[in-house]
């Protein structure tokens, strides 16, 4: 059976394995600092909040989200970060955490949530497209260095 709930200290090891596998899934290696810094906005939970998905009592899954407001409607969830330990992938774990995280926002008043994905992100998306709308945005980033004094 799976449940979903907030994160707490003791889930900090796993966690920080889960998140460091999300953050390699796209290319990045994490830092210390990066996940101290993280770890703490999680619980945190001002700006970014957390979810844990738990099989068996064990965590297995973790999203983290947000709100912000908009120009055309209520406020927006954003749901940034969602991963699965692979041994729990195809089990109902990511999709848990989406359903907490719109109940959560709407419990908020948010009109939506969001999220993206890379394009050849497949196995996602095959849930991406049974459980939300892809409205075909196109995301573009512009990197901000920082200037020198």
Known sequence: MIT??????????????????Y????GRTPSVALLDGAWREVTIGDRIHAL?????ERLVGITHFFTHPSTTSADVCYLQDLF????????GVARSLIEAVA??????????????????NHTAR?????????????QYVLPLEQRPD
């Open 4 to 21: 979903v709930g907030p994160l707490v200290a003791t889930d900090r090891p796993v966690w920080t394995e889960l998140f460091t596998g």
């Open 126 to 138: 095959r849930l991406y497209d049974r459980v939300a709308e892809d409205r075909g945005f196109i």
């Open 84 to 91: 699965t330990a692979e041994a729990a992938r195809g089990r």
């Open 23 to 26: 953050n390699e899934f796209y």
């Open 103 to 120: 109940d959560w926002a709407r419990e908020q008043g948010c009109a939506r949530v969001y999220w993206h994905t890379k394009a050849d």
């Open 52 to 56: 844990g998905a738990r099989l068996d």
